[in-house]
């Protein structure tokens, strides 16, 4: 009979031949994946973050579940994260450290030494801007290895011409919001900078949809009606749903039972249902068999507009402190990952484009090279993060340079040791002066790559549309017109000089610190 020792060592030799095996699987298993993220979330929100567990049971379930990444980093503002997701890319790099609509704001043109533009009439418009046709999305690697993919929710890379929709950049299957924040309830933006009034942006598969209901429960619903359908279709599937939830307008969700006017219920109320939202998804990838070949991650775009939900750490979206950059993060792939466990060590919302062409069994080869770097060892190997770089911001981005370096991070002239500093509480730039100069130049050469931006010489016209999307113009229905008439008819008319419905561009490294709703043209 074996000994004890020898059937120990037996035991460990089985369980690390199966995880070398499982492992080595992993690159072309061709898995669903299902990525989900939310938006304007702290880090301290999630109850396994230490936020209240009564308002994310759903989201501490998947934690249980899967692996949480400690030190998961995106830009600190929604459409560069999104870009650097879907092209596995800096933001700086496609131009989208600047958003669709500063385009059409005249503290946002002044940066880039540009006023304000208008058309043959002379009225003010936007300047069409959204991320470039020629770069690879995440959804053209994997259309092209052979998955469906399906976007749910939020766009925020352009809004206007049909190449820069998402069915124009990789998506078969498209349903949402193309624009930066709707209301939950008539799904209009608030405004289409330059023009102050409100537009509709609510659509599948880029026509205008008439739809009752709180937007967070219909992005829910596509996706556990998109899941369903994927039962009667042999191809894997991307799926990438990206909910407003919990950006503003604070629009408490229907059965809201606390104070009109406190804010911080209404937001742990629009919070628990982005948690059901959550939970409605993962109950929908068990219910119709896909649980144990899906990989399945959680994640948000970037920090909160509160600094006290970032907690313990500084900052809030805008900046690029902790608090604006560091993401809770969850992946679950049964068999794959360890359920219930977490993982140090960097990684950046990039990242995840060659991960994913790597389980695809897809191409790396493209035109322009990625920033991301394959975690698919880090992730489902028990290896360390091959990343020691995180580049936030170059010079001429709207935000402060900042560059994240093994334990170091330089914002402007300010330096934080995160390892031992990770609340950045002291600015230890005068203790390491060779690595400030260091870190500057890298930010000085790495801002050099940015490509010139242009002359950007189309409008969006009219500049006030009824609804986003250009073709979406043809034939606008009568309900559309309605409904929008509707919102703009509670707007403001008028407005007190260099008074406007959106902030001013940010300035420093508080930049979420805006003051008032004051536009400043070009001084």
Not at 1 to 20: D, Q
Not at 29 to 35: D, E, Y
Not at 205 to 234: S, W
Not at 243 to 252: I, T
Request: proline residues 8%.
């Amino acid at each position: 009979m074996m000994n004890r020792y020898a059937c120990i060592t037996l035991f460990l030799a089985v369980v690390a031949w199966s995880c070398e095996s499982a492992s080595a699987d992993v690159a072309g298993s061709r898995p669903n994946i299902v990525f989900v993220m939310a938006d304007d979330m702290g880090w301290g929100q999630p109850g396994f973050n230490g936020g209240d567990p009564k308002l994310t049971p759903n989201m501490d379930r998947l934690a249980s579940e899967g692996m949480r990444l400690n030190e998961f980093y995106t830009h600190s503002v929604c459409a560069p994260t999104r870009s650097a997701f879907l092209t596995g890319r800096y933001a700086f790099r496609t131009w989208s450290d600047w958003r669709s609509e500063d385009f059409g704001k005249p503290s946002y043109l002044a940066k880039l030494g540009l006023e304000l533009a208008h058309n043959e009439r002379g009225e003010p418009t936007r300047r069409i801007h959204a991320l470039d046709t020629d770069e690879r999305t995440i959804a053209e690697a994997l259309r092209d290895a052979g998955y469906f993919t399906s976007l749910i929710g939020k766009w925020h890379l352009g809004e206007w011409l049909p190449e820069h929709l998402p069915m124009g950049q990789g998506f078969q299957h498209q349903y949402g919001h193309y624009a930066w924040g709707i209301d939950y309830f008539t799904k209009t933006i608030v405004h289409n900078a330059p023009a102050r009034f409100a537009v509709y942006d609510w659509h599948r598969n880029q026509r205008p949809v008439q739809e009752d209901g709180y937007a967070t429960d219909l992005f829910a619903a596509e996706a556990e009606r998109v899941i369903a359908e994927r039962k009667n279709d042999d191809r894997p599937f991307f799926m990438y749903v990206a909910f407003n939830a919990v950006h503003g307008p604070l629009n408490p969700p229907p059965g809201f039972q606390g104070a009109a006017d406190d804010p911080m219920a209404i937001r742990e109320a629009m919070l628990k249902r982005l948690d059901t939202a959550l939970g409605r998804i993962s109950d929908a990838i068990d219910q119709h068999g896909f649980r144990d070949n899906t990989v399945f991650i959680f994640t948000n775009d970037n920090g909160p507009v509160l600094e006290e939900l970032s907690q313990p750490f500084r900052g809030t979206k805008n900046t690029t402190f902790e608090g604006g950059v560091r993401q809770p993060a969850i992946i679950r792939w049964p068999g794959h990952i360890e359920p219930g466990t977490s993982k140090d060590g960097l990684m950046f919302i990039a990242d995840f484009f060659p991960t994913f062409v790597t389980l695809a069994g897809g191409s790396h080869t493209q035109p322009r090279p990625v920033d991301g770097i394959d975690m698919t060892s880090m992730l489902f190997e028990g290896g360390q993060s091959k990343r020691e770089e995180i580049v936030f911001d170059v010079s001429g981005s709207v935000r402060m340079p900042t560059i994240r370096r093994g334990d170091f991070k330089l914002m402007g002239d300010a330096l934080y040791d995160i390892a031992n500093d990770p609340f950045e509480r002291s600015d230890v730039a005068s203790e390491h002066p060779l690595l400030v100069a260091e870190l500057k130049t890298r930010l000085s050469e790495i801002g050099e790559e940015r490509p010139p931006l242009g002359d950007k010489p189309l409008l969006m016209d009219p500049p006030l549309p009824y609804v986003y999307g250009l073709e979406e113009q043809q034939d606008v229905p009568a309900w559309l017109i309605q409904a929008v008439e509707k919102v703009r008819a509670t707007q403001p008319k008028e407005w007190a000089e260099g008074e406007t419905p959106w902030p001013k561009a940010p300035i420093g490294p508080d930049a979420s610190k805006m003051t008032g709703l004051k536009d400043e043209a070009v001084k």
